[in-house]
């Protein structure tokens, strides 16, 4: 469930007219360019930036840019952004100048489905002029790249009926390519969990278990590592309970010293018209503090209440 919904008495020239008003003079209103934002879902914010081009001639995203900095600034360019578009954005980012951040390319790859996938592919290729999979191939190596490849693909199986005999032959399969052997046959990992569907795979990590007395992420732990293990991780968590795989990536977020804003943000701001109700529920229940506490004590200022008002918004 949703913590953003479409506004049911949405006038894009009044919000518009509420946002030029809170940035117009001296000082901003930075309360009621959260009250705007997060009263409205995606889609209306795009018609409320058309509007405001319209009335005053002038980028609203452009606008708020200049008017406010910081955490604040980036959380609020991403509520204003196409959904589709700023994940596009984010695998940029996380490829683009020295170094990658594979585990932006694991949450956005591995952790999604065929149609989201495609979505960002589009979206990627579109504004960059890029190819993701060929991006993706010159950024990473190894048994990691096979993987990506794989998910940015974007051909898993999609059918709902579930065969347990081939759940239990994939099972086998895993088992004798790595725990029951020296050395490890990731192609076989690669094949089974990115080509089987979500509920094809959900019956497959049970016989693992029945077959072997283990559990699929314990052998994916002992059997690979560094981000190719991570990969696999994730969509074995995800596939298990997407609410639990999100709210651990929050919880991480922001544990210890510091805060990964950026992967807060993107969380939040993605999952609050899918699923962030749920996930916060999964969060309290995984974590022992609400999602809520987390934030008041990691993040301060316009940024804290922003991310609390797309928290609260049911």
């Not at 889609?43 to 900095?69: A, H, N, P, V, Y």
């Not at 190819?131 to 990473?140: A, P, R, Y």
């Not at 293990?229 to 795989?245: M, T």
Request: aromatic content about 8%; charged content about 30%.
């Amino acid at each position: 469930m949703a913590t953003v919904a479409p506004n049911p008495n949405f006038n894009a020239e009044a919000s518009a007219n509420e946002l030029r008003k809170a940035m117009k003079g001296l000082g901003t209103d930075e309360d009621a360019i959260i009250r705007v934002l997060v009263a409205h879902n995606n889609q209306q914010r795009q018609e409320i930036k058309s509007k405001f081009k319209t009335l005053f001639g002038k980028d609203l995203i452009d606008e708020l840019k200049s008017e406010l900095k910081g955490n604040f600034e980036d959380a609020v360019v991403a509520l204003m952004t196409p959904t589709i578009q700023f994940l596009a954005r984010e695998i940029r980012g996380a490829m683009k100048g020295a170094g990658t951040d594979e585990s932006v390319l694991i949450e956005l790859l591995c952790a999604r489905t065929n149609n989201e996938i495609k979505a960002v592919k589009t979206a990627y290729e579109t504004e960059f002029k890029r190819n993701l999979e060929k991006d993706i191939q010159s950024e990473t190596g190894g048994h990691f790249k096979r993987l990506l490849v794989s998910q940015c693909n974007a051909s898993r199986d999609e059918n709902t009926n579930v065969d347990l005999a081939k759940a239990e032959k994939d099972a086998r399969d895993i088992y004798d390519a790595g725990e029951k052997v020296l050395g490890t046959d990731e192609s076989v990992f690669n094949m089974v969990l990115c080509t089987r569907s979500f509920p094809q795979l959900r019956a497959t990590f049970e016989k693992y278990r029945t077959v072997t007395g283990k559990g699929i992420l314990d052998s994916i732990g002992r059997e690979t590592s560094g981000d190719l293990k991570e990969g696999f991780s994730a969509i074995v968590n995800y596939v298990w309970d997407s609410n639990y795989y999100f709210a651990e990536r929050l919880y991480k977020s922001m544990k210890g010293l510091g805060t990964d804003d950026k992967t807060l943000i993107r969380l939040i701001v993605t999952r609050s018209e899918i699923d962030l109700k749920p996930i916060s529920k999964t969060f309290q229940k995984s974590f022992g503090k609400t999602l809520q506490e987390f934030i008041r004590g990691d993040c301060s200022g316009d940024y804290r209440k922003l991310l609390l008002a797309v928290l609260g918004n049911n």
